[in-house]
């Protein structure tokens, strides 16, 4: 069994047709891992996601199971330490997870899938809401167990309301209406929803709608706005988010066909609405968010919604009508049953990355992080993210070069000349890291060195007047006069206006005036505590100041915690 990550959109496009043959064939698939669904969902999270596929054969061959997952890269505000999260692909949005498989290698797939998790770098592992069955996840979880690793099952109680949102109930439905009727509800309940779908059939003032290509936008709209209204109170500033997600997220399963979402009018006045998803394969219909107008009181729009909807489940031939997570009283009027999730944390012992080093699709982003915290003057934040990314990537050229001027400002010029040579080395085209190496090797007192370095950044820019400055300033540190005041005559030929080259030009004007008289301004004999004699005079712009080709690195988002 081998395993292949899939991470490029083109790759998950190619997947269609094996994922739905392996949905047909899983017992335990469900709606939340449907091509359908998951396929649309992580396009949100490009540069995110990637899916573990493992197959029998030899590359090309169709793959036996799928596991979508998500990395999310954190970040500590006080060190700069990153360290990654790894997240069930469809969490967030998905009220169940889960792993894809043809059942006869279902224990082979997952045994290898835990065995690649484990070679892979990550501090936090979350198993959030598997909906599988309990031999699928203790295969997962025994295959998991190592000694550099804590698992703890969760909990997901509701603490405002009591709820928990491991519990999730569901109709299995008969064949007929009347038995559903008669099979599931309460007498009570059973002559509440005849009452009320009666009145809803033989009177002119109500009517339901259902979504379709002239009313979507407005339907969405009118669910979300009930919703919106009734839970700002409570979720405060995080409904303008959610509301924009579940717009998106109702817009993509119109356009897929996975789409009900009936409205329930009292003359031209909404009342109620119910978005649910549609399982053709599985033959469910999954009820996700209901949004009503709380000021009236005609018709319990709940009962009546539901009712309507679970009435043409049956008809429609559906198995099942699933309320989701969340064990809500008012769910069990309908004559549910329990299915429970399980949410499991996985970390490491230590709560850093497995093999302490960074993922290296997280690269780009991390830079982003390390150049921010540089520009800022967070120092030792700074150098805390170039050398996590330089224990990735070895050879991570703009690392380098963040990584040597943040030494080179602290006073440590023998490890940034490490740095700079490293990089001049890679990139010997590099103009930047010529002249960053001749300005560390200055300010160690190691002028030989720093006037050759200085040469081959002139060599490769003859018009960069900092370098033949300084390549004037060592040559004066070791005597050689005439070949100093050449360099300081070079400098003032430079006519640029650019205010650091006036003042350079003044400064070699002021030598050559010391020179004539055999009175140096000064020698360069400082000790390598002190601060560089010279100091660039180039902008931090990490990605433009290297003038060499790099492929393009995906840019990853990172979330700071204290």
Known sequence: MQIDVITRPEELRGLRDNWDDLYARDPDAHFFVSWDFLSHYLRRFDGDWFILAARKGPPGSPYVALLPLRLRTRMRRNTGELYHEVYMGGNHAADYTGILCAPEYAYRAIAVFAKHLKTMH????????????????SWLTEHLSDNRLTMRRMRRVNQVDNVDNCICPAIDLPSSWED???????????????????????????????????????????????????????????????????????????ESGTLFLPVLWHGDRPLSALAIFLDPVKKSMLFHMVGRDETADMLPSGLVLHGYCIRRAIEKGFRTYDF?????????????????????????????????RLDRRSLGGALQEAARFHKKGWFIQAENVYRQILNTEPTHDQALYGLGHVLGTKGDHRQAAECFGTLAAMSPQSVNAWLCLGIAQQSLNDHSAAIESFGRATDLDPGLTLARYARGRSLLALQRTDEAAQAFTLVLENGSPAPAETALRAKARRQLQQLRTAKPLYILKKPERETPVIQPS??????????????ATTSRSISSVA
């Open 122 to 137: 990550w501090a936090s592992l979350h198993l959030e809401n598997l909906r599988m069955s309990e031999r699928r996840i």
């Open 324 to 356: 989701l997570r969340g064990n809500e009283p008012y769910k069990y009027s309908f004559g549910t049953h329990d299915t429970v999730l399980n949410c499991t944390l996985v970390r490491t012992k230590t709560g850093r990355n497995l093999g302490d």
């Open 180 to 254: 559903y009727l008669l099979q599931n509800l309460s007498t009570n309940t059973r002559q509440k929803m005849r009452r009320f779908l009666r009145k809803l059939e033989n009177s002119g003032e109500f009517r339901i709608t259902h979504a379709d290509a002239s009313t979507i936008e407005r339907d969405i709209e009118i669910l979300l706005e009930f919703w919106r209204i009734k839970w700002t109170p409570r979720k405060g500033n995080l409904v303008p988010g959610l509301v924009k997600s579940n717009r998106l997220l109702f817009r993509q399963a119109f």
């Open 538 to 551: 180039v902008p931090l712009g990490l990605t433009n100041l290297l003038k060499v080709a790099r492929p």
